[in-house]
């Protein structure tokens, strides 16, 4: 009896050390991801996005109570991400910010709105993109 106690108890710890290696992989992999879709700090401007990121076309502009938003839509950023990564840019083309995944993550309020009155759009038609007012 205590035989296939210990044997069960073997079992069941070999398979958690291989939900956990499985675990960590993934957690290597979205770490390996995030890196490659996370701007560096000299993104200021939609200007300095696209020389980042010239690939990015796909973009959604957004209008709520008389301003205009543009959200550009990058590639997944996690391994089991519900949506994109995306930026946010204000009508001059200032650098707002960023999502990692947009189907969990409500960082960007405007950008997950509703209410916001919405149109697809390319990232060059979005005008803007000069250096933000200081």
């Known amino acids: 009896m205590l035989r296939k106690l210990l044997r069960l108890i073997e079992i069941s ?18 770490s390996d991801l995030r890196a490659a879709v996370e701007p560096p700090f000299s ?13 990015y076309e ?4 957004l209008e709520r109570e008389g301003s205009t938003y543009y959200v550009v ?8 991400a519900s949506g994109p990564s995306s930026y946010l840019f204000d009508a001059r083309g200032a650098f707002l910010g960023w999502m990692l995944d947009t189907g969990d ?6 950008a997950v709105d509703p209410d916001a009155r919405k149109g697809s759009i390319s990232t ?9 007012a200081r």
């Not at 796909?58 to 502009?61: E, G, I, N, R, S």
């Open 58 to 61: 796909k973009a959604l502009t």
């Open 124 to 132: 060059s038609q979005i005008p803007g993109g000069a250096a933000p």
């Open 43 to 55: 993104v200021r401007t939609l200007d300095q996005f696209r020389k980042w990121r010239p690939q």
């Open 13 to 30: 710890l070999m398979l958690l050390g291989v939900v956990a290696i499985a675990f960590m992989a993934m957690r290597a992999k979205d």
């Open 105 to 110: 993550d409500n960082y960007l309020r405007i």
């Open 73 to 80: 839509f990058g590639e997944r950023a996690r391994a089991l």
